[in-house]
């Protein structure tokens, strides 16, 4: 009975929070109140709050229109993988001190998770062979690598970080991490994560491909590159995968520099939790949404692996020294 | 007769069986049923041997000690031939054994196109036999006649299809530098014996430590540097693009399956048994920065080609790199991450090969930059090649991201130990070569795979189902490594980090207990008993159940609102809503080529890579001086650091 029982929670945590059900509503939330304070930074009205869900619906009603040259399989499994991938990232990631699954992924896992996202598209524009694809997803996996290396440091000083705490040495699980910091108040407060969490919050634009890091989509030069050739119903699902990404990256940070924060009940850590993650969206990615201009390709390369390195590196080098 | 069936002689038979295999085919392969028998019999049989080993050596922990013609030590030395089959040789007799058979099984209509059929079987099969007698010999000079033999047989079949463009040139660099390797694996063996007056591996092991001195090191250095020339690490890694280059896929298979497994296998009993040198702690930053050297560079190296198996083999030296690095480290978790590589890197370079060679069989290139569009031709290769793709560029739940997240784990616990920062440079590295090698196959997919198919190869078809059969056997072993890597821990790699970290259990095994002990005295190491675990958290089945369950969950919502019901081309007619857009004239339209792609990467890396162009010149003469340069430098570092 109490197997069933467990089934049920388990397949209630996949299906409705943190699963599927609360990354489609709270991703599409993040990504509403995300255009409307970039169009009043602009000094636009903008779309009401709830825009990217008619959007979302109203492409759903599209029709799918698969090119003649493409490979039709990998085109249309392409946005699903995705965003279960994303949604099976957001399962691991803890919200505060509740986990849904504990003990199936640790921090190196999700940074390798994540990169699942960002290939599927990559395959599916590859299988449309639309020439814009072709750039865009050229341009992408340079986003990859330039993110990776900034993102590998942060988490190794996150890990070292709590290690020391801890007294083991090196920490890479989630659980850990999350219940070093409820007990010891949270990483940001550290002096020597500083640099790291901004080296962190720098990245997150460049993985969900907004202003000044938007190279590989490009609307205006490439015809949003990788989606080029993509309509109605899978385009829907990429596009909420992109909304579903800014929670998970947000909802990332907030376990890894803003833990300890909750107050035991679960709904109310969600909704906490949620909260972080409006507040970084609007503080980091709205505010360079709107107020910068694309970057070139190679520029992004150079700034990711310069500047947001060398930060994340400072942070690796001061939490060595046990700072 | 049972007495023949006696586990104790199964070693023997399985490198015997390759080598009679060889000559039978010789006499008689004019008949194209019979030589095809005879090959996938005596691999079947040499791989089958290897299973059955599995249970005393692997589970019961074994050491089986075999004399040939029964000449045991007598004296105190031992005169006879040995062999000696502890946990260590076992595990590379497995894989080695696996990537043989599966690629006699390609072969079969791979190469039933090409002149002198029964010369190239003859030649797989001394190069089969002669890594089987590698790993599974115990005694050095006979490790040395069996590299002789490998190499041979490797060059030969570099040059096999002599008519393609650089294959003999390729052959010839292989076999100049090849000889110089094992031309120092001789003089090594023989500076040994004239200090130790044996030449049996485990008596060696027991006397050398305790009476180094200067031509013992020097004997290190050579025997070092000849066992690198056959891993293909830094600086010989040149020949190995070359030589894959040229060979037909099935051979590629082997010498990075293979070949390279049996350099690892001589460095690793060099300096975990031989020379017991790896505690101390410049040895292991020898092994690796000579690791991550290769590891970093070659990914670089293979971002800048445009032929598909050069490709490969630069990305098949960089995960050697991988695999010297985790074994460089000299703990529990980092030989056994290192050797799980060791094993994840056959199997997953092996699918690669054979996609690389399907392709080349069906449209008779390998240039990146004409190929494309090939998944709708070869849709089976092309899933073969992807989980080939996605297991190298460690995507997880596939079996190059667990042994790699395994190696990213105990360099950081190295770092962590140790207290040397360098340790976490090692860890960036090796993270970040790994997404490197990500964009790398990305760029493959992309200009082979996918994109546009040049009307040239619109008759292309999939590949013959034995071609299919021998990829499907490495993508499915992928998937399984990757999915139960506790399973692989407990059977094969702890058995095997076991045997390394206990030299004097492989020395008593030959001659006598208590040999080790009495004959090493203070440099007698401590017995280790390696417990398999995993450095961090992360379970593969219990992902892959959330992962299917919320793939279903999406599915089902995609289906019942209609996402399958989609506007496809339908026979006949063409609708210009199914063209590609293309924003102006289709005329003007050029994909983006192979070489092209990440150029805002390339951009940053331009003096790098224009630097490391003119290093790569292509002419024997400077690669040779490599290897000199080479020697010199180990025989100088052993010199002053030992």
Known sequence: MSVIVNALVDLGYILIFPGFLFCFLCGMLLCGIERKIVARMQKRVGPPILQPMYDFFKLCGKETIVPAVANKTVYLL?????????????????????????????????????????????????????????VGLSREMVTIISCELPLVLVFLAVGKAVGNAVGSGVVFSMQTIASYQAEHGCLLLKPSMIPAAIAFLLTIPGETGTHPFDAAEAETEICEGMLAEYSGKPLAVYKLSHAVKMLTLTSLFVALFLGGLGTGVILVDGLINF??????????????????????????????WTVVSGLAAISLVLAWYGL | MSNFMNYIHFPIYSVMVLFLGAFLIVVLGKNKTLRSIIAVLSVSISLACMIALIKPVMVNGEVIAYWMGNRVPAGGYAIGIAMEVDALSLFFGLLISTAVFVST??????????????????????????????????????????????????????????????????????????????????????????????????????IIPGNMNTSTKIAFALLFVGFSTKAFIVPFHPLAADAHGAAPASISVLISGVLTKSGIYGIIRLTYFLFQTMGLSTFQFLLVFIGCVSMFLCVTMALAQHDFKRLLAFHSISQIGYVLTAVGLFTAVGFSSGI??????????????????????????????????????????????????????????????????????????????????????????????????LASFVKVSQSVFFGRLPEKYENVKEVSFGMRLAMGIFALLCVLTGLFPDLVGKYLTQPAATAAFNASSYIDAMLGEGYAASAMGPFLPAAQNVVFYEAGVWSPMSWLLIMCIVLLAITIVAVTSKYDRVSAVSSGEADAKHALFFSGEEAVYSQVGGSDLFWGFKHNWRHYFSFMHDLHSGILNDYALWAVVDLALVMLFMLIVL
């Not at chain 2, 463009?165 to 390729?170: C, D, S």
């Not at chain 2, 998944?375 to 092309?382: D, I, V």
């Not at chain 2, 190295?414 to 920062?421: L, P, T, Y």
């Open chain 1, 275 to 304: 909260f972080f993650c409006v507040v970084i969206t609007i503080c980091v990615v709205a505010l360079m949404d709107a107020s910068t201009a694309r970057l070139k390709i190679e520029q992004l390369f150079k700034y990711y």
């Open chain 1, 78 to 134: 392409a946005p699903i993988v995705g965003l279960a991938a994303l949604v099976v990232i957001q399962l691991f990631i803890p919200v505060f001190n509740f986990t849904a699954f504990s003990g199936n992924a640790d921090i190196i896992v999700i940074l390798y998770l994540l990169l699942i996202p960002a290939l599927a598209e990559i395959f599916g524009a590859a299988a449309t062979g639309s020439p814009f694809a072709g």
């Open chain 2, 105 to 206: 099984v390609y072969s079969i209509q791979y190469m039933a196109h090409d002149e002198n059929i029964p010369q190239y079987y003859t030649l797989l099969l001394m190069l089969a036999g002669g890594v089987m007698g590698l790993v599974l010999s115990g005694d050095i000079f006979n490790m040395f006649i069996m590299v002789e033999i490998l190499t041979f047989a490797a060059v030969a079949l570099t040059a096999f299809r002599n008519r393609v463009f650089g294959a003999l040139e390729a052959a010839f660099k292989y076999l100049v530098v090849g000889c110089m390797g094992s031309t120092c694996i001789l003089a090594g063996t023989i500076m040994l014996y004239a200090n130790a007056h044996t030449l049996n591996f485990a008596q060696l092991s027991a």
């Open chain 2, 340 to 437: 799980y590589h060791a094993l994840n890197h056959t199997l997953f370079k092996g699918l690669l090969f054979l996609a690389a060679g399907a392709v080349l069989h069906e449209t008779g290139t390998t240039n990146l930059d004409e190929l494309g569009g090939l998944s709708k031709k070869m849709p089976h290769t092309t899933v073969l090649f992807l989980i080939g793709a996605f297991s190298i560029s460690g995507i997880p739940p596939f079996n190059g991201f667990a042994s790699k997240w395994m190696i990213y784990q105990a360099c950081y616990q190295k770092a962590v130990e140790s207290g040397n920062i360098g340790y976490v440079l090692v860890t960036v590295i090796c993270l970040v070569t790994s997404v490197l090698t």
